[in-house]
């Protein structure tokens, strides 16, 4: 299978605690996605990476988010002190990157349950 | 602030019947607009797209329309399949190098 794979599928935390997740795209997209879906919303643009270069942050993107691409192939998202407003889908995507709007290709997401 | 909005949440059609999806838009940058399909559990599938240079473009039993002027585009699915029903994203790019979604609508289609 060459999809987007995202790892976990789930997670429950304790609010407070810390959380990673990973992110690996089709092997040829050079640009990464992270998205966030709350119920009864679509998805909302977190980051994306050209490569290993962040390019893009939302305002939804808050201190306690980070992203990582460091070799330009998977990626991993943490989130520091977890919330339990962070409850939501994580999506992933990838796209090729050589045209200045995108089709993305999803994952099929962490869902993350803080507790 | 919602630049891509869809305001049915709910749809449901006779299996057979014309399922028309809507959805506006509010941003005049936008030039490249997007359907996705969404199962349960899983994440978005790319469904059939549309450049602003067109008016119309059509994929088998999906035919997505756009009307730039009133800022507005639909999805035809004809027939409609019981498979068909998922939750269905309109989304929309431009010069930013990523896509804003609608909050989708829920389309059942009966048996």
């Known amino acids: 299978d060459t999809g987007v794979s995202q790892n976990p599928r789930h997670k429950i935390t304790k609010r407070g605690q810390n959380v990673t997740f990973r992110c690996d795209p089709i092997?040829?997209?050079?640009?990464l996605y992270w998205y966030r879906q709350t119920l009864g919303q679509g998805p909302e643009f977190l980051t994306y990476?050209?490569?290993?270069?962040?390019?893009?942050k939302s305002r939804l993107l808050s201190d306690r988010f980070s992203a990582e691409r460091p070799k330009g192939s998977f990626s991993t998202l943490e989130i520091q002190r977890t919330e339990q407003g962070d409850s939501a889908m994580y999506l992933c995507?990838?796209?090729?990157?050589?045209?200045?709007?995108?089709?993305?290709?999803f994952g099929s997401g962490t869902q993350l349950s803080v507790l | 602030d919602q630049q891509v909005k869809q305001n049915s949440p709910s749809l449901s059609v006779q299996e057979g019947r014309i399922s028309i999806l809507n959805c506006d838009y509010t941003?005049?940058?936008?030039?490249?607009f997007l359907w996705y399909k969404k199962y349960p559990a899983e994440g978005p599938t790319f469904l059939i797209s549309?450049?602003?240079?067109?008016d119309k473009n059509e994929d088998g039993r999906f035919t997505v329309f756009l009307n730039k002027s009133a800022k507005h585009l639909s999805l035809h699915i004809v027939p409609s399949q019981p498979g068909d029903s998922a939750v269905y994203f309109c989304?929309?790019?431009?010069?930013?190098?990523?896509?804003?979604f609608g909050s989708g609508t829920q389309l059942t289609v009966l048996p």
């Open positions: 092997s040829e997209h050079n640009r």
């Open positions: 941003n005049s940058m936008f030039d490249y």
């Open positions: 990476f050209q490569n290993e270069a962040q390019l893009e």
């Open positions: 995507a990838s796209s090729p990157g050589r045209t200045s709007v995108q089709k993305l290709f």
């Open positions: 989304a929309a790019g431009g010069s930013a190098r990523q896509l804003t």
């Open positions: 549309i450049s602003s240079i067109k």
